[in-house]
């Protein structure tokens, strides 16, 4: 599996971005995809997962209400999307697109990772 991101940038707080993750390859093999973050100095955390079977999403308490995860599956080709709304400058890390194998109990693919830098 195979994951591109795109769509990070500068933004000024208050503002938008839309996030994409294309996965490709044996996406067939994959139950759930999510965000993760990290900002300079501190830990990668999870901030939006959304479950391939049921469509269910799990959100960090920090995003919750600004923060919108979706998918799109067309021909075995997946797209993650995260609709970033009234963003803070706390937002600003690098967020990298990852994506769990049915078998696994961890994410087992990464993308490279986009930067989002909220202005204050």
């Known amino acids: 599996v195979q994951l591109v991101e795109s769509g990070g940038g500068l933004v000024q707080a208050g503002g938008s971005l839309r996030l994409a993750c294309a996965a490709s390859?044996?996406?067939?093999?994959?139950?759930?995809m999510g965000w993760y973050r990290q900002a300079p100095g501190k830990q990668r955390e999870l901030v939006a997962a959304?479950?391939?079977?049921?469509?269910?999403?799990?959100?960090a308490d920090s995003v919750k209400g600004r923060f919108t995860i979706s998918r799109v599956d067309v021909r075995n080709k997946d797209t993650m999307y995260l609709q970033m709304d009234s963003l803070k400058p706390e937002d600003t890390a690098v967020y990298y697109c990852?994506?769990?194998?049915?078998?696994?109990?961890?994410?087992?693919?990464w993308g490279q990772g986009t930067q989002v830098t909220v202005s204050s």
């Open positions: 990852a994506a769990r194998r049915w078998d696994s109990g961890e994410y087992d693919y």
């Open positions: 959304i479950f391939k079977g049921n469509g269910n999403t799990n959100y």
């Open positions: 390859g044996s996406t067939f093999s994959i139950d759930a």
